[in-house]
């Protein structure tokens, strides 16, 4: 069974930062996709970014683009989502998920097999 357990959110300023991370039980992580995706209140659940399982290709949305990195540690079956120049529209809870099957369609939740609990980020301005 993969679990996945988000942490790192937390209250920021804005144009602050926070690093959040996602702890993956399993062997076979180093195989997986991951996702990060994100949901507003009163808004649907978004897509963030996703990074390839060798970590050689990462993907953004375009609200993120340049102010947010993806990266993995596969020794360590963690995933980090490095959020900088935080916005107010950036609050949200945060997920997690995990691709075993590594799709193109990396945008798209209904690909994720594997979700995490959620972590909140709020951005006071």
């Known amino acids: 069974q993969v679990q996945l357990v988000e942490s790192g959110g937390g209250l920021v300023q804005a144009g602050g930062s926070l690093r959040l991370s996602c702890a993956v039980s399993g062997r076979t992580f180093s195989r997986y996709a991951m996702g990060w995706f994100r949901q507003a209140p009163g808004k649907e659940r978004e897509f963030v970014a996703a990074?390839?399982?060798?970590?050689?290709?990462?993907y953004y949305a375009d609200s993120v683009k340049g102010r947010f990195t993806v990266s993995r540690d596969n020794t360590k079956n963690s995933v980090y989502l490095h959020m900088n120049r935080l916005k107010p529209e950036d609050t949200a809870v945060y997920y997690c998920?995990?691709?075993?099957?590594?799709?193109?369609?990396?945008?798209?939740?209904?690909?994720?097999?594997?979700w995490g609990q959620g972590t909140q980020v709020t951005v006071s301005s």
């Open positions: 990074i390839s399982w060798s970590g050689g290709n990462t």
């Open positions: 998920a995990a691709d075993p099957s590594g799709t193109p369609k990396f945008w798209a939740e209904g690909e994720y097999d594997y």
